[in-house]
Structures are given as C-alpha cells and as structure tokens.
C-alpha cells in the first residue's frame, strides 16, 4: 500500500512540474505571425520581421546536428558572450534541414545588433529576415528524422495540390524544451514565393 502512494505522489508531482513547464512555454517569447489562410493539413501565416542568432553545421539531419547546434546558440544566451551577458530564450528553435543544417534563435525585441553582446564563438552570426509568408504543418510528440521527413513530403504534396510556388528550402521549428513531456509542438515550414491572397 506505501509503494502504491508513493507511485501515485510521485505521478502527481510530475504532472504538476508538466503543467508549470507548459506555462512557462506559453510565456516565452515567440517569433510573431499572423494566419491568413488555413487548410486540412497546413496553414499559411505572415511573419513578422525578426533577428537571429545562427550557426551554421556541416552535418545532415536532425538528429546529427540538433544536439551541437542547440549547445553552441544556447551557450551564448547562457552568458558565453563578451558581457557575461544572460539573453531569455525565445521559442521556437528554428532549423534548416537539407544536406547541411543551420539552426537559430530568435533573439528578444529589446535587443538590437547594436546593444546585443558578441559572442565568444566566432561561428555565431547574426542576421535580419524579413517579413515572408510560408507554410506550416504541424506534428505533435517527439521529432525525429523520420517524422520531419514524413511531414515535409505531406506538406509538399499539399502545396503542389494547392499549386503554391515555394523555395525548396524547409526548416523545422521546435517549440518545447526537451524535459516537457506534454503538448509538444512541431512544425515544418517552407516560404512561399509570389503568394496572393
């Protein structure tokens, strides 16, 4: 009977640290957009112009390249920056995938390329998008190669369907932390070219 409480406390006190996580994922800043148009299986938004931090890897696939990437951009809003600086975490973590990956951070509004601190590792960069219009399908759970393969063919046989014109380059967009457990949010997007509404 004392193990069965102990399992049943031990369950709740998870639960409740999955539902503070959740919170806190909703609070984080998130890269700004506005839905235009939705479908069966994807949506079209309209992004907000952002800046980003970035690094580039020579590795293909989620699986080889998300754990370093994270490490490196993660590091320096951590405080691996000449001012020592902490920079809060945006959401979600944006990931080129192709034969080579690149992944990004948003970096927060109050921040600028003149009041943003240097990084210590040279093969962090900066750099603006503007505002685009792309396509984004959504999957719940844990990503993996397989699924971000899955959903980006779903998502291109939807475009050609729709005959929508989009640059053959995808990303996948993470919106959790890796110890929430509940409500994981995943998306592939690709911008769309000449859009009209």
Do not use: C
């Not at 031990?10 to 994922?25: G, N």
């Not at 590792?121 to 993996?144: C, H, L, M, S, T």
């Amino acid at each position: 009977m004392k193990i069965v409480i102990v399992i049943i406390s031990i369950l709740v006190l998870i639960a409740i640290a999955q539902i503070y996580i959740s919170r806190s994922t909703q609070q984080t800043e998130q890269h700004t957009y506005k839905v235009i148009k939705k479908f069966d299986k994807f949506e079209i938004r309209k992004y907000d112009p952002a800046l980003f931090s970035s690094v580039k890897l020579n590795k293909k696939g989620y699986k080889e390249s998300s754990t370093e990437g994270f490490g490196i951009l993660a590091g320096y809003i951590f405080g691996d920056n000449e001012a020592n600086e902490k920079i809060a975490m945006t959401s979600p973590v944006v990931m080129e995938v192709g034969d080579t990956s690149k992944m990004m951070f948003m970096v927060p509004k109050n921040y600028n390329l003149k009041n943003l601190p240097n990084p210590r590792n040279p093969k962090i960069v900066f750099e603006k998008q503007e505002e685009k219009i792309i396509a984004a399908i959504r999957f719940d759970g844990w990503a993996d190669d397989e699924k971000i393969e899955k959903y980006k063919s779903v998502l291109m046989n939807e475009l050609v369907k729709e005959k929508l014109n989009y640059i053959n380059k995808f990303s996948f967009l993470g919106y959790n932390p890796p110890f929430e457990v509940m409500n994981r949010r995943n998306e592939i997007v690709v911008e769309l070219i000449n859009y009209h509404q």
